[in-house]
């Protein structure tokens, strides 16, 4: 059964850093997703994205964050300079794009840890 | 904007034995969709079962089966012959229908042991 994959499963850095997450969402969907979970918390809405442009996105989504799709298959999250409160587990979703119903599906998240 | 609550931070079960898991949401729309996610200790996101609100019979999916009852905005979880591995992080989300990508809103998680 086809999978969302993210690269890496863990990710340390330092405070000020650039990191990019990366995602490849199942293959023919069309619309994808950012979310974050911090430690304790509740999965939080980051940003949505359907043809080469964000549609949606929170208030967490702020000019440090972007999204691309550089390619056919990768779905980026890249945060420029990286906080504390950052820390976070990431999460990628996609979803068909085929009806208004339909299922977004996970993939295992990247746990991020900001130094 | 709609909110999702799970007011049961914890709850635990015996194995084989069936467990409700609470969900209420608040929503001033009529059509909606909402889902029940799981989060094992490997804390991927598996979708467990889905409900649209348009349809009164309540959703089922093997052991799992929701008691879903939109004039309360009420959402539950009833998990049956419980087993070691349904043991995971319960989120109730909730998401419109307003177009093809709207984003789902989780509740904060139910946290399920499952006692041999």
């Known amino acids: 059964e086809p999978e969302v994959t993210q690269t890496p499963s863990h990710q340390v850095t330092q405070m000020g850093q650039e990191v990019i997450l990366r995602c490849v969402p199942i293959?023919?969907?069309?619309?994808f997703y950012w979310y974050r979970q911090i430690l304790g918390q509740k999965v939080e809405f980051l940003v949505s994205?359907?043809?080469?442009?964000?549609?949606?996105k929170s208030e967490i989504f702020d000019d440090q964050f972007s999204v691309e799709r550089p390619d056919g298959s990768n779905f980026t999250l890249k945060i420029r300079s990286t906080k504390l409160e950052d820390s976070a587990m990431y999460f990628c979703?996609?979803?068909?794009?085929?009806?208004?119903?339909?299922?977004?599906?996970f993939g295992p998240g990247t746990r991020l840890l900001v130094l | 904007a709609q909110t999702v609550t799970q007011s049961q931070p914890e709850m635990s079960v015996q194995e084989a034995e069936t467990v409700t898991l609470s969900c209420t949401y608040d929503?001033?729309?009529?059509?909606?969709?909402l889902f029940w996610y799981k989060q094992p200790p490997s804390r991927q996101m598996i979708l467990v079962i889905r409900?649209?609100?348009?349809?009164?019979q309540n959703a089922t999916e093997n052991r799992f089966s929701v008691n879903f009852q939109k004039a309360a905005k009420s959402f539950s979880l009833k998990i049956s012959d419980s087993q070691l591995g349904d043991a995971a992080m319960y989120f109730c989300?909730?998401?419109?229908?307003?177009?093809?990508?709207?984003?789902?809103?989780f509740g904060k998680g139910t946290r399920l042991s499952v006692i041999a």
């Open positions: 979703a996609s979803s068909p794009g085929t009806a208004t119903q339909e299922t977004q599906y």
């Open positions: 293959s023919n969907h069309l619309y």
């Open positions: 994205f359907y043809n080469n442009e964000i549609s949606e």
């Open positions: 929503t001033s729309e009529s059509d909606y969709y």
């Open positions: 409900q649209e609100a348009y349809k009164q």
């Open positions: 989300a909730y998401r419109s229908v307003n177009s093809g990508n709207t984003p789902l809103v």
